[in-house]
């Protein structure tokens, strides 16, 4: 009985890790969309653009202290694709 309990804990721990495996690669990055909602409610942001046939990320915040940090966030949560594709441009025009 020992080698039938060793044998159905290896299947089910390799099921176990496979399952999570799977789960993991699948899990796909935001969108730059929900990055870009998720960055509203996380910094005080007056406005963003995301150009069309233009690649940029236009990005106005009210206090010019927030720019770094926003752009680290930015960095921190799209996908390397769309940092690779788009031109990131934060900036203040109240301060």
């Not at 290896?10 to 496979?18: A, E, F, G, N, R």
């Not at 910094?43 to 150009?51: E, F, K, T």
């Amino acid at each position: 009985m020992g080698v039938k309990r060793k044998f159905g804990a290896l299947i089910l721990t390799s099921v176990i890790v496979m399952s999570v495996v799977f789960w993991y690669t699948q899990q796909k990055p935001d969108s730059t969309e929900q990055v870009m909602n998720a960055l509203w409610d996380t910094y005080d942001v007056q406005s963003y653009q995301i150009g069309d046939t233009d690649p940029v990320i236009s990005i106005d915040v009210y206090d010019k202290n927030d720019i770094h940090e926003v752009e680290k966030y930015l960095k921190a949560k799209m996908s390397k694709d769309d940092l690779k594709h788009y031109e990131i441009v934060v900036f203040s025009r109240w301060s």
